[in-house]
């Protein structure tokens, strides 16, 4: 199984960037995937979810300003994320939560 994210940078607050991620080794079309972050000397935060029918979930902070999709074609996964904010500043990882399985992350840094 493995995850390969991207997409990540400087970016000042009220600004977008779209992560992407690449996975392998697994039946991505059936596979329930989400996005989490860790912020410096904080854990790990769940951020949003989607389902392998599409249905997507969102925790409340990001909820109207980030968008999960699914290319399944691809077998990748993107966070469309807007009006970034500086406490949006974090590693973020994509993977399979139920299995604690996560890629390697991509810093996301949001500042003036």
């Known amino acids: 199984v493995q995850f390969v994210e991207s997409g990540g940078g400087l970016v000042q607050p009220g600004g977008s960037l779209r992560l992407s991620c690449v996975t392998s080794?697994?039946?991505?079309?059936?596979?329930?995937m989400s996005w989490a972050r860790q912020a410096p000397g904080k854990g790990l935060e769940w951020v949003s979810g989607?389902?392998?029918?599409?249905?997507?979930v969102y925790e409340d902070s990001v909820k109207g300003r980030f968008t999960i999709s699914r290319d399944n074609a691809k077998n990748t996964v993107y966070l469309q994320m807007n009006s970034l904010q500086p406490e949006d500043t974090a590693v973020y990882y994509c993977g399979i939560r139920a299995l604690s399985a996560w890629g390697q992350g991509t810093q996301v840094t949001v500042a003036s």
């Open positions: 080794g697994f039946t991505f079309n059936s596979s329930a």
């Open positions: 989607i389902d392998s029918d599409g249905s997507s």
